[in-house]
C-alpha cells in the first residue's frame, strides 16, 4: 500500500540559536490495523508505518514507534530545540519495506 | 422454556451486564501485561507526566491526545479496551526540551488511555485519561 503516501511537514523557516519550535508532521497512510474484515469477511492484513523517526543535523529529536492504534494519516506535533542553522530531517517506516523521507532547513539568525 | 421477544431483551441486557463485568478485569490485565514489559515491573507513581484526551470522543478512529513528559526519555502509551493495548512508544532525543507529543489514535470504546514514561534517572511515571467513544474505531 505505498501508493499516494505523501509525507507533508511544518516548519519555521527561520528561528533564533536554542530557541523551541514548534514542529508538525502529516503522512497521507491508510494505517490498515489488521482488524478490519472485507465483504467476503476475510481479515484485511495490516499495513502500516511502524517507525517516525525526526533528526536534526543528525542528532535526534524523537523516534516513535506506532502501532495499529494510531489513526490513518498519521499526525504528530512536537518540540525541538535549534542550536544552529540545518536540516530537520523526517523518516517513516512502511511495513512492506519502503522508506519516505522528507527534510525541512531552517535558518538561524 | 420459550423465547419471548421481551425474555430475550432481558437474555440481552443481562448477557451485557455480565459481559461488561467479567471481561473487563481481563482486558484490563492484558494492557497490565504489556505495561509490565515496558517497566520490567517496577512501581510506576504518579508525577509530572500528564496525558490529554477529550473526555468524549464522537468517533473512535481518530482521537487526538497529547502527553507532556518533562524528563522523560521514553513514554509509551496504551488503550486499555483496544484488542492489542500497544498504542505507540515515544524515545525523546537529545534536542527535545519540552518532551512533548501530540497525536491521533483509534479507541475501539470507552476506555483508559494509559501512558507510562520513563524517566531520566530510570525511575517509571504512570498517567491516564478516561475517553468515551461513541463510535468504536477498530471497524467490523
Known sequence: MADNVKPRVRVPKSASAGETITIKTLISHTMESGQRKDKEGNLIPRSIINRFVVDFNGENVIDVTLEPAISTNPYFQFDATVPETGEFTFTWYDDDGSVYTESKSIDVA | MELTRRKALALGSGALAAYGVGILPAVASLADDEIAKVTGGAEAAAGELTVTAPEIAENGNTVPIEISAPGA????????????????????????????????????????????????????????????????????
Open chain 2, 73 to 140: 526519555v521514553m513514554v509509551a502509551i496504551f488503550a486499555d479496551g483496544n484488542p492489542t493495548p500497544n498504542v505507540a512508544t515515544f524515545k525523546f532525543g537529545p534536542l527535545n526540551p519540552t518532551r512533548m507529543a501530540a497525536t491521533r489514535i483509534r479507541l475501539a470504546s470507552t476506555q483508559n488511555v494509559i501512558a507510562i514514561a520513563q524517566m531520566e534517572d530510570g525511575s517509571f511515571q504512570r498517567a491516564q485519561a478516561e475517553v468515551k467513544v461513541t463510535i468504536g474505531g477498530c471497524g467490523g
